[in-house]
């Protein structure tokens, strides 16, 4: 049976990509399946209930048996190529994942407001919005972020390794609010 | 009386009156551009609220999940593109409304409907509380184990259609809550000797980047979408009368609402599905639903808006959450040292109530801010997608990195991120994840200080309540049962449709064409096969 006539299968949801996803999620479910011996412990002298080891064999054995229900549920059991055209869409999102991480390393590095002003509009660029205009307000956006969480919310994130080339009070200005 | 004065000191504060105004504010805009949604700026704003005061970090954080649907109304009226998820319904007559140049009256419906439902399930709930402070303590260790599983299986089974692998993602997220040392007999669990999973894998990281990690990759690899506004002119207070005409449909639909938000698991869906489905089968006028019925709006927008104010129910009263948002509240309850639980509502009521009355300052305010100011508000939707996502990505870094300053944190929701794109690409549900980490280390610790008084089996549920619970999870599972077996007859009935469906003449010569083809194809493999095959028995 085709995946549109299938009655209970909930409108909108896509074909495509749904039996790879199945397969990795199983594979991976399988694996912690097979390394539950070595990662966890049964401990003498305690009821079931409260051993260490019973909700993690909750959790993976859920993962096993509801993901292999759902692969013999699922009315293609074949990979077919539009599942790995779907599979490479999802690799697309890791240019962007690389882009966060970046951001994540360079912050320590020339510090928070440096970093944003650096990243945000490297990225509107990147995204294809390439007007002086568009710039301008990533730039700002940029700016008023570090303001708002750093300086008036003061959250924890710390002054670059860049600010120690400051005078004194520049650097103290720097790390507390920017 | 005194308990609603005493409350009103406790909100009586400088920093609590931004926090509302932030709060509401924030959440109507948040709401108002689609692609961003309350859960990823909670998840972004979560670690920032921990520094602050629980009333002003709650009030902030409430704030944004009560507004959100106000402002999610406009671009589903305006653009047919629902603000928030929870909007979808509200396309359905909304936007029709604009189509017939009536947006001005759907969006002044929509604003009365969610203020009167928002102010209906807030007012419930306050007179409700000392009912709720009796009930409470009735709840010990065994009923909210029992209450956090039928949480979870409600959850899961409300995914229709997807219920099995919805199944597997809470017990993922049952698995995830569990990796780290365990807290009693320090025993390590699933860390493969790795000094950074030893600490666990923390609940804010995994909501960032399901939420909002995977919501700025789904945005900046998507595509920017050509909005056309419409322009409004004129007032917005029509709605009032309007609503006053339908006051059966509006009170019934925020009583589904009030109900459906204080069962953990369910929430706005099934409460707007209900009191639109109500409206309907009760309306002289059955045939506009889903055409522009001013019924059909009401029932929506007042059944979603009575949801916020009742989901805090068994988050305060048992500390179970019952959806993705209110498991994130939890965390800035946890990180202030604030128990929620039934000992909140027997010692620290006036807290519960400044809360609710927290919800109704901020209902009035919304509902001010959007009359005053809907013109100028609708321009937000304009913003382009992708730059959407690049913004996204900005703030969700703040929210990470600010919770330890650890770059493995950054990398583990980055990781998480994907895994939240790909689910929802695929059109898969997360909250089972967050729910089965927030709900399974509650049964795990529940379950664990219940058995050492339990004796037989039958003991666990010789309480009323316990009773009273586990017999709701076997009603529940018979339902659910009874469903799949008929929705296995269904789909049973479709297959032998498909299998003897009327096909046309070019169908069968396709379909010869294709069976000579695959013939040939075997024939001249097995020629130019180097080891001839082994010949069949029967050959």
């Known amino acids: ?178 | 009386m005194d308990l609603i004065l005493s409350a009103l000191e406790v909100l009586a504060r400088w920093d609590v009156a931004v926090a509302l105004l932030a709060g509401s504010v924030g959440g109507v805009l948040i709401g108002a551009i689609p692609g961003v949604g309350p859960a990823v700026a909670i998840a972004i704003l979560l670690p920032a609220t921990f520094s602050l005061d629980p009333i002003v970090g709650l009030t902030v954080l409430l704030g944004i999940y009560g507004s959100s649907m106000y402002g999610g109304a406009i671009p589903a009226i305006l653009i047919n593109t629902p603000g928030t998820a929870v909007n979808a319904l509200t396309t359905y007559d909304g936007f029709p409304m604009t189509t017939r140049g009536e947006a001005r009256r759907a969006l002044s419906l929509a604003y009365s409907a969610s203020f009167f439902g928002g102010i209906v399930s807030v007012v419930a709930l306050i007179l409700f509380a000392p009912v709720l402070a009796r009930i409470a303590p009735m709840f010990g260790s065994r009923e909210i184990f029992l209450a956090a599983l039928l949480g979870i299986i409600l959850v899961v089974i409300a995914h229709r259609g997807q219920t099995l692998i919805a199944a597997a993602l809470a017990s993922f997220g049952i698995f995830l809550n569990t990796v780290g040392l365990e807290p009693v007999k320090y025993t390590r669990r699933y860390t493969f000797e790795q000094s950074w999973l030893a600490g666990g894998i923390d609940l804010i990281v995994v909501v960032l980047g399901l939420f909002a990690l995977s919501q700025a990759f789904l945005l900046l690899t998507g595509e920017d979408e050509k909005i056309r506004m419409t322009r409004l002119r004129g007032g917005l207070f029509q709605g009032f009368r309007e609503l006053a005409r339908h006051p059966r449909v509006a009170s019934v639909s925020s009583g589904f609402g009030v109900m459906m938000g204080m069962i953990p698991g369910v929430g706005e869906f099934t409460a707007q599905f209900l009191g639109y489905t109500y409206a309907q089968k009760t309306s002289r006028r059955p045939e506009d639903f889903g055409h522009g019925s001013s019924e059909g709006l009401i029932a929506s927008e007042t059944a979603n808006n009575a949801v916020p104010a009742a989901a805090m129910v068994p988050l305060l009263a048992l500390g179970i959450p019952g959806e993705a948002l209110t498991a994130m509240m939890l965390s800035v309850f946890y990180v202030h040292n604030v128990v929620p639980g039934p000992g909140l509502f027997l010692y620290q009521m006036d807290f519960v109530v400044a809360l609710y009355l927290a919800l109704l300052i901020l209902n009035v305010l919304v509902l001010a801010f959007l009359l005053g100011a809907t013109n100028q508000l609708i321009k937000v939707v304009k913003i382009p997608n992708r730059f959407l996502g690049v913004c996204i990505l900005t703030l969700s870094f703040v929210g990470v990195y600010s919770l330890r300053n650890s770059a493995t944190d950054c990398a583990i929701a980055a990781a998480f991120g994907i895994f939240g794109f790909i689910l929802k690409r695929l059109f898969l549900p997360i909250v089972p994840i967050i729910l089965g980490m927030v709900l399974g280390g509650i049964m795990e610790v529940k379950l664990r200080s219940s058995m050492n008084r339990v004796k037989e089996p039958l003991d666990f549920i010789d309480r009323p309540v316990a009773f009273i619970l586990f017999c709701m999870i076997v009603i529940i599972l018979a339902l659910h049962i009874r469903r799949v077996w008929l929705d296995a007859r269904l789909r049973k009935e479709a297959r032998w449709r498909v299998a003897h469906r009327a096909t046309r003449f070019g169908g069968h010569l396709h379909r010869r064409r294709e069976l000579i083809e695959a013939k040939r194809a075997k024939d001249l493999r097995a020629r130019r096969a180097i080891l001839p095959r082994p010949e069949k028995a029967g050959d």
């Open chain 1, 1 to 178: 049976m085709r995946y549109e006539d299938d009655p209970t299968t909930p409108k909108g949801v896509p074909r495509r990509g749904q039996m790879l996803f199945a397969s990795v999620f199983g594979a991976f479910a399988v694996f912690l399946a097979v390394s539950y011996p070595g990662q966890t412990a049964w401990v003498e002298k305690t009821k079931t209930a409260a051993q260490p080891g019973f909700w993690p064999l909750i959790g993976v054995g859920g993962m096993v048996l509801f993901t292999g229900l759902h692969i013999l549920r699922l009315n293609s059991r074949r990979l077919r190529r539009p599942d790995w055209a779907e599979g490479r869409r999802w690799t697309g999102a890791l240019e962007f994942c690389v882009w966060f991480l970046a951001y994540v390393f360079l912050v320590p590095v020339i510090g928070y407001v440096f970093a944003s002003a650096l990243f945000v509009p490297a990225l509107t660029w990147r995204m294809g919005y390439r007007s002086g205009f568009m710039l301008w307000v990533s730039l700002g956006f940029a700016l008023a972020v570090v303001v708002v969480f750093k300086a008036f919310l003061e959250v924890k994130i710390p002054g670059g390794a860049f600010y120690d080339y400051f005078p004194a009070a520049l650097r103290s200005f720097f790390i507390l609010n920017l």
